[in-house]
């Protein structure tokens, strides 16, 4: 009878447990933030505005070295850059950035034109959008999902 309490008990503790580190993990209190500096915001600038020099160089390898290190895993430079064959940047503007987390969101206005013969008769354009990153080691990627917004919405 003892025995069984005690089992009892121990269930009762490791359910209470697991239900804790559950509802910590789903409120993202479960590893505190780290605090966000306007050096660290500055940093995010920093490395978009870097990304989005590339991109208008056509510069595919510096451009995968900004990716997140998830992406290039899964994709190598050529693959990234084909994926983003069609548009030709003009110019860049890095507008605003802000850090949640390990996340951030920099918003970017960009100035672009579309190269595909089923888009040549579209004048250039200007689109602002939000350009998502990740704090990998204390460094900032671009994310790799932004395979629907990683080109400008011609809609």
Same mark, same amino acid.
């Given at each position: 009878?003892?025995?069984?309490?005690?089992?009892?008990?121990?269930?009762?503790?490791?359910?209470?447990?697991?239900? +804790?580190?559950?509802?910590?993990?789903?409120?993202?209190?479960?590893?505190?933030?780290?605090?966000?500096?306007? @050096? /660290?915001?500055? @940093?995010?600038?920093?490395?978009?505005? @870097?990304?989005?020099?590339?991109?208008?160089?056509?510069?595919?390898?510096?451009?995968? /070295?900004?990716?997140?290190?998830?992406?290039?895993?899964?994709? #190598?430079?050529?693959?990234?850059?084909?994926?983003?064959?069609?548009?030709?940047?003009?110019?860049?503007?890095?507008?605003?950035? #802000?850090?949640?987390?390990? +996340?951030?969101?920099?918003?970017?206005?960009?100035?672009?034109?579309? #190269?595909?013969?089923?888009?040549?008769?579209?004048?250039?354009?200007?689109?602002?959008?939000?350009?998502?990153?990740?704090?990998?080691?204390?460094?900032?990627?671009?994310?790799?999902?932004?395979?629907?917004?990683?080109?400008?919405?011609? /809609?």
């Amino acid at each position: 009878m003892r025995r069984s309490f005690a089992l009892v008990a121990a269930s009762f503790v490791v359910a209470g447990a697991l239900t +804790f580190a559950a509802t910590a993990w789903s409120q993202g209190s479960a590893a505190p933030a780290p605090a966000v500096s306007d @050096a /660290e915001i500055q @940093a995010l600038r920093e490395r978009a505005a @870097a990304y989005w020099a590339a991109r208008m160089a056509e510069d595919d390898e510096r451009q995968w /070295e900004l990716l997140e290190p998830r992406g290039r895993g899964r994709v #190598t430079a050529k693959e990234y850059a084909t994926e983003r064959a069609g548009i030709r940047y003009l110019g860049y503007q890095v507008e605003d950035a #802000t850090v949640k987390g390990y +996340f951030g969101v920099v918003k970017v206005r960009l100035l672009f034109q579309p #190269t595909t013969a089923k888009l040549a008769n579209i004048p250039v354009q200007t689109v602002l959008m939000d350009d998502r990153w990740v704090r990998v080691g204390g460094r900032w990627y671009r994310q790799l999902d932004d395979r629907q917004s990683g080109k400008p919405s011609l /809609e």
